[in-house]
């Protein structure tokens, strides 16, 4: 790995380990949703609020056993709902509630402004405009 390859990992692992425990004691202060809810419930918005386990799994930073028992605990909330998936038995929907939307709207303020407190506003937009390229690219390459 070369030294500019190796700096870039870190930085990104860095920071990466200094902002998602802050952005989790702040979301749970403000609203009582840790992080990891949060970011299940803005991926089941963003994908037009429902997923199977599979595709929810693919979509967080969360392995696939985890991401069932984090919906088991979003039902338990009533902020999710399992509905079978009809084209696979073996499969269920993990569905965004009413309430879980509401919870959502809630807490997003929270979650931008964390966002563009701690990663816009320390860099210039040009910065911040190569920083969102190069992440892109590394994700392309798949």
Do not use: C
């Not at 870039?8 to 403000?30: I, T």
């Not at 609203?31 to 809810?37: F, K, S």
């Not at 386990?53 to 984090?70: D, F, I, N, P």
């Amino acid at each position: 790995m070369s030294s500019e390859t190796d700096r870039a990992w870190e930085a990104l692992m860095r920071v990466h380990a200094k902002l998602v425990p802050r952005f989790d004691r702040e979301m749970q202060a403000a609203t009582g949703l840790p992080l990891t809810w949060y970011d299940v419930l803005l991926e089941l918005h963003t994908a037009g609020s429902r997923l199977t386990m599979s595709e929810l799994a693919g979509r967080v930073v969360l392995s696939r056993t985890r991401v069932s028992r984090l919906v088991e605990e979003l039902v338990r909330a009533g902020l999710v709902a399992r509905e079978p998936n009809p084209d696979d038995g073996r499969s269920s929907f993990a569905v965004l509630t009413d309430e879980g939307r509401r919870r959502l709207r809630e807490a997003a303020p929270i979650y931008v402004g964390a966002i563009d407190r701690d990663v816009g506003t320390p860099v210039t937009a040009a910065q911040l405009r190569q920083v969102a390229e190069t992440l892109e690219a590394i994700l392309a390459a798949d």
